[in-house]
T-cell receptor, first 116, second 113 residues
Framework: GAVVSQHPSRVICKSGTSVKIECRSL??????MFWYRQFPKQSLMLMAT?????????EQGVEKDKFLINHASLTLSTLTVTSAHPEDSSFYIC????????????FGDGTRLSIL | DAKTTQPPSMDCAEGRAANLPCNHS???????VYWYRQIHSQGPQYIIH???NNETNEMASLIITEDRKSSTLILPHATLRDTAVYYCIVRGNSGGSNYKLTFGKGTLLTVNP
């Protein structure tokens, strides 16, 4: 069964709307979660590392004020796309796993975001 | 940038073994090799990982060369549902920036009936 749950699976909304995506680890406590974005016919690109109880670490070129990340508990991280515009339309995917060691990360099923 | 090189696409007949190669010539001593696959419009699915010994689980086998500069993922009896993009990723286990998963373009495996 799934060990990482992501919700919602699909969002369609108007330009200017803020959208929140949730990522939950179901079977383990995740001090670190990761957020990726994937455009059509491209690979996954890491956006940010979500750290429980502290600020997220953003990859170069990712606007932290545009993509707000909150990791308030050991099982939940949220990504909020603020004032979304059509160019933010993409497939957003989270992953979770132990922050250390060699155990693999597991991914959510992704959220398809479409901004009209 | 991804630290691995994979062929962009491969074909395999249903029921036959699928052997997916991956080059990781710059792999460091503490880095593991991970394989994931992504079926269209889904999140990546973990398959297998290893350090230097060959590994096998219910999904696949992973063969890592002795010099660790390349590996092969083997799906012993491919089915149509194995059609997906397969990603080979190297990652360390020491935390920090070494812990990220960096995805390359992967190999699109098409299993044909």
């Amino acid at each position: 069964g799934a060990v990482v749950s992501q919700h919602p699976s699909r969002v369609i909304c108007k330009s200017g709307t803020s959208v929140k995506i949730e990522c939950r680890s179901l079977d383990f406590q995740a001090t670190t979660m990761f957020w990726y974005r994937q455009f059509p016919k491209q690979s996954l690109m890491l956006m940010a590392t979500s750290n429980e109880g502290s600020k997220a670490t953003y990859e170069q070129g990712v606007e932290k004020d545009k993509f707000l990340i909150n990791h308030a508990s050991l099982t939940l991280s949220t990504l909020t796309v603020t004032s979304a515009h059509p160019e933010d339309s993409s497939f957003y995917i989270c992953s979770a796993g132990p922050a250390w060691g060699n155990q693999p990360q597991h991914f959510g099923d992704g959220t398809r975001l479409s901004i009209l | 940038d991804a630290k691995t090189t994979q062929p962009p696409s491969m074909d395999c007949a249903e029921g036959r073994a699928a052997n997916l190669p991956c080059n990781h010539s710059t792999i460091s001593g503490n880095e593991y090799v991970y394989w994931y696959r992504q079926i269209h419009s889904q999140g990546p699915q973990y398959i297998i990982h290893g350090l230097k010994n060959n590994e096998t689980n219910e999904m696949a086998s992973l063969i890592i060369t002795e010099d660790r500069k390349s590996s092969t993922l083997i799906l012993p009896h491919a089915t149509l549902r194995d059609t997906a993009v397969y990603y080979c990723i190297v990652r360390g286990n020491s935390g920090g920036s070494n812990y990220k998963l960096t995805f390359g373009k992967g190999t699109l495996l098409t299993v044909n009936p």
